[in-house]
Nanobody, 115 residues
């Protein structure tokens, strides 16, 4: 059972930046894909960004040019750098990992963008 632990969330003003981290209990080299999802109150969970084992990345249209996903294999950690944050980015952000058709989730970290 892969365990994922997110960190780095918090309260930030509009236009600010945060970097989320997702630490995995096992080597992320074995993960086909790692991703970040978010869920705002009253809304469905949505994909924010994903990165494959070969380094291919994909982003939601709403965050393109502002967010960057990366992975540090030696640290078994994935990151989400979030710049130019907007109030509509407020949500709980979840880390996801996919391996052999199994999905694993972290418990989430709250990101609040407000002045």
């Amino acid at each position: 059972q892969v365990q994922l632990v997110e960190s780095g969330g918090g309260l930030v003003q509009p236009g600010g930046s945060l970097r989320l981290s997702c630490a995995a209990s096992e080597s992320i080299l074995s993960m086909n894909r790692m991703g970040w999802y978010r869920q705002a109150p009253g809304k469905e969970r949505e994909l924010v960004a994903a990165i494959t084992s070969t380094g291919f990345t994909a982003y939601a249209e709403s965050v393109k040019g502002r967010f960057t996903i990366s992975r540090a294999n030696a640290k078994n950690t994935a990151y989400l750098q979030m710049n130019s944050l907007k109030p509509e980015d407020t949500a709980v952000y979840y880390c996801n990992a996919e391996r052999r058709s199994m999905d694993y989730w972290g418990r989430g970290t709250q990101v609040t963008v407000s002045s």
